[in-house]
């Protein structure tokens, strides 16, 4: 920006100057008008870009997550209609056994009327050579005649129940075949959402006028979560009485379980500089690379304060340890408390997910004290910390 610095400098020195050509004053003050509008321009174009790329990736970022729910429900109705038509089917046999056998008893009885028609009851029941063979066919008879009554009206139920059983097994087949195929679309959709994501976020990376819209888009996300912060601090201390001190927390360092397990800390606290562009950022929590719906939990208890989607931060859990202490748990996938609710440490508060401006699933963690961020890394246990790979953390600040 030396340039207009210039320009205007020599504009003024060449108005104010007793012996300058008014013509020449005249056409430098153009160009530097004409210079001013075209920078405006480009800026508004910037600005413009910046914005559409950024809601892009937000709404990706929404996509993905109703996409990956939309699928799991998929899965969950499919797993129940393979076990219906398990059911079914096993259902069907039964039914076939019970028609067999229903078919066998009624070409016994046929064989015995048409034996009673040809020979009459007599000559049927007195064809025994003994007094036993004559008692089997008095019994068989009877049998016959009580079975008949209605072993047709019981085969004719059985052989409708069975088609009915037979159709519904049809149509849950075909109703599986149409769960399958709108899984395979939503799975091609998210997999198109995730690449349209990749070369969203390949764009924003690509120039520096796309990198440094990223950082205050970054310090406004993080403006708008101050505000938040002060405004649950505010309603705290209205619950408290005007005459009270304020109290400090009683959370000790080195106390804290970490909030995410088998995970890789790939930022940490603080201020990260970027030596190509020259930008320094204020990173006010850590983001812990960790696999997709992985738990989250809660390391303290308290009560959840807020539960929602923040722009640039994705899905976002807000607990109140007491005392004007917090913790953030943000970029994910699911929420799994509600606002309002108590939660003790350990209870699961979401799931990690891909909603941030990372490669990868990861969480992104805060610690506030009265609405003001500090260093979540010395509340952790020695030995949770020791868990987590801080190696690649140290050049972070330099990405």
Same mark, same amino acid.
């Given at each position: 920006?030396?340039?207009? /610095?210039? !320009? ?31 920078? +405006? ?12 790329? @950024?809601?892009? /990736? ?8 109703? @996409? ?9 109705? &499919? ?55 004559? #008692?089997?066919?008095? &019994?068989?008879? =009877?049998? =016959? ?8 009206? &019981?085969?004719?139920? +059985? ?22 195929? &709108? =899984? ?7 997999? +198109? ?11 924003? +990376? ?11 888009? #970054? ?8 505000? @938040? ?18 109290? %400090? ?8 379980? @970490? ?44 009560? !959840? ?20 202490? #917090?913790?953030? =748990? ?12 108590? !939660?003790? %440490? ?16 990861? /969480? #992104? ?35």
């Amino acid at each position: 920006m030396r340039f207009p /610095l210039l !320009v205007l400098l020599s504009a003024s020195v060449a108005l104010g100057a007793p012996h300058v050509n008014p013509s020449d004053a005249r056409k430098r003050a153009e160009e530097l008008s004409r210079y001013i509008e075209k920078e +405006r321009e480009q800026f508004v174009e910037r600005e413009t870009r910046r914005r559409d790329l @950024l809601s892009q /990736l937000d709404q990706i970022n929404r996509d993905q997550n109703r @996409l990956r729910e939309g699928l799991a429900a998929y899965e969950n109705e &499919r797993d129940e209609l393979n076990m219906s038509l398990e059911n079914l089917k096993v259902e069907v046999e039964n039914q076939k056994a019970a028609e067999k056998a229903a078919r066998a008893q009624l070409g016994s009885l046929l064989r015995v009327l048409y034996q009673v028609r040809r020979d009459g009851i007599g000559g049927f029941l007195l064809q025994g050579e003994s007094l036993g063979k004559v #008692y089997r066919r008095v &019994r068989l008879f =009877s049998q =016959s005649v009580s079975f008949g009554k209605n072993a047709i009206d &019981r085969l004719q139920e +059985r052989s409708e129940r069975l088609a009915q059983t037979e159709k519904e097994m049809e149509a849950a087949k075909v109703h599986l075949e149409d769960i399958i195929a &709108r =899984s395979s679309a939503e799975g091609e959709q998210l997999k +198109r959402a995730l690449m349209k994501k990749e070369q969203t976020l390949t764009s924003i +990376r690509k120039k520096q006028a796309l990198f440094k819209a990223a950082e205050k888009e #970054y310090e406004k996300v993080s403006a708008e979560v101050q505000v @938040l912060f002060k405004q649950l601090d505010a309603k705290e201390q209205e619950k408290k009485a005007v005459a009270e001190v304020r109290k %400090p927390h009683n959370i000790r360092y080195s106390t804290l379980p @970490l909030p995410v397990e088998g995970g890789k800390l790939i930022r940490e606290f603080g201020k990260r500089t970027n030596e190509e562009f020259k930008t320094v950022t204020l990173h006010k929590g850590l983001e812990i690379e960790a696999p997709l719906k992985s738990p989250v939990f809660a390391v303290l208890p308290g009560i !959840v304060e807020f539960e929602g989607w923040i722009k640039g931060m994705g899905n976002v859990v807000i607990i109140h340890h007491g005392d004007g202490f #917090y913790t953030l =748990s943000g970029h994910l996938y699911k929420i799994s408390a509600a606002k309002g609710t108590a !939660v003790k %440490p350990g209870d699961v508060i979401g799931l990690v997910g891909d909603t941030g401006r990372n490669d990868k699933p990861s /969480l #992104y963690f805060e610690v506030r004290e009265n609405a003001d961020a500090v260093d979540p890394m010395p509340y952790f246990l020695s030995d949770e910390v020791s868990k987590i790979q801080i190696a690649d953390a140290a050049h972070s600040r330099k990405s």
